[in-house]
């Protein structure tokens, strides 16, 4: 006991001794890059102290976020005086609190079965998956603003519909504080980047481990926008740029709606945004100096973008840049936004027929992934800032510092369109029962499958996966897991309750992206579907040392075990091995050891 207290009392004093000599922080502004002036007629968005709608953020010139609490309260107020919005709660997060989403309708359709018999465009915009890169709420509070009781952008819900979800991370929004964005200049206080169980929303769409997502994926099924929005901060180098966007391109799984993202969404943005004084630019993921250039292309379904593309939503991510004042990314959001309510209003004729043909394609073959290929390197011009280099004696290497001068720049751009793993199109997907719990999220996605009542005996083909490997520490809560897989052709009974999910359908795609187990999201590379990679059944040397005496009569197989002999020294080496490679032909070892449980049932 008296080890203990002395124990506890040195804890206790080194606790103290901690908090009461803190290390000295600068200001974040010292170490920031000078920022680039900036000033723009979208300003006058901004409306004065006086006004009765001035929002939080407002009322402190574009400086501060309100709270959850106080945001949630601003709302219900103005859906009070608006009779043209809703509030409806998607779901709850870990912590409890609701996840709300504003509908903004000029007929007042507010269920998504009257919404979608208006023949109306819908826009759903989220802001918040990561809770410090909170622009986005506070110019859709701004825009709502304006579209209801201060009636000065009344005219967007004559032809468009808007669901905005002004917090998507809630629980991350309230773990607010100074220190929450270390490369980011403004809000003074803003939240964090996952959520209450440390997870990334905007990694969790595929296998929606969170209630968030769950609930996010729930309102992109029943709600079904025509647009997706998803409003983030970005981060990493210094550039001209306020407010950049993108999507997947045409080459991924929506050709189609990305065309025409690309042709028509894009420049009527561009236009709006260069016309109210900010500098609108691709999607830009960068190295810290530019010297590597950037890098586009197709995002997988685990992130918004991508998902949306999957399932034939037209969707694009907005990244503001961080480096640029709160006051200028907030008021660039708010001139995106009601840019893109225009265009999906003009262009609903061309929009709808683009979505309609995604969702009726039924391409031969699936792209999985994709990699980059000689040809997906080009050289562009950038908008970018002067920088040099100069060796650190802090960390021991040569450092960017960013020196707040504008300078065009000429830079190496890849896509990468080579696709690396595809499959062909089957039939339908077969998941035994045992495997129910891949159901469930079927269902949640919305991807159609059918139970059999009776046992089926049909050709399929299996995969039998080689080479597994688990990555050596968690990612997103889960161990993720690797593995070649051959296909092998096999007469199987399905048992009752099997599951058949027809490919031949509008998410066949999205199911495909689940399922196959080379594609990066789906459930089997994100540990659902690991006990296939148990084997549970062995041999004992004093068993096995008479049967491959007996098994070396057959001439063809002595050959083959001489030659192996020879030419693999580890095989040589290991009594463990030699035995095992006897006990792998004899008909007790498990056939479905490493047999991936969902087959493919051929056209």
Sequence with gaps: MRTKALLSCTLLLAAHAWAAAPVAI???????????????TSEKLVVPASDPWIT???????????????????LRRLVSASPELRMVSLGKSPQGRDIWMVIA?????????????????VVLAQAGIHSGEIDGKDAGLMLLRDMTVRGTKSSLLEGATLLFVPIFNVDGH????????????????????VN?????????YMKADTPEMRAMITALRVWNPDLYIDLHVTDGADYQYDITWGANGIHGWSPATAAWLERTLSPRIHSALAGEGHIPGPLVFAEENLTKGMIGGNFSPR??????DARHIPSIIVENHSLKPYRQRVLGTYVLLESALKTVASERASLKAAITADRQR????IALSWVAGPDDVTAIDFLGVDSRERLSPISGSLVTEWLGRPVPLRIQYTVPTQVEHAVSRPAAYWIPPAWDQIAAGLELHGVRFERIAEPRTLEV?????????????????RARVTAAAAPEKRRMTLPANSIRVPADQPLGTLAALMLEPLSPDSYFQWGFILEPLSRTEYAEAYVMEPMAARMLEDPELAREFMEKLRNDATFAASPRERLQWFYEKTPYFDEQWMLYPIVRELP
């Design 303 to 308: 992130f918004s973008n991508g998902y949306g």
């Design 196 to 204: 209450s169980r440390n997870l990334n929303l905007n990694r969790d």
């Design 105 to 121: 309708s000029r007929e007042r359709h507010f269920t998504p079965s009257d919404i979608h018999r208006s023949g109306k465009p």
């Design 461 to 477: 083909e299996a995969y039998r996966l080689t080479g597994s490997s688990l990555e050596p520490r968690p990612f997103e809560g």
């Design 26 to 40: 600068p200001p974040l502004h010292e170490v920031l890059p000078p920022p680039l002036e900036w000033s723009g």
């Design 56 to 74: 939080p953020a407002e009322r402190t010139e574009l400086r501060r976020t309100p709270d959850y609490e106080e945001t949630v309260a601003w």
């Design 362 to 365: 039924r391409p031969a073959t």
């Design 174 to 193: 309230e773990r607010s504080s100074p220190w929450s964005r270390i490369n980011q200049r403004g809000p003074e206080i803003s939240g964090w980047r």
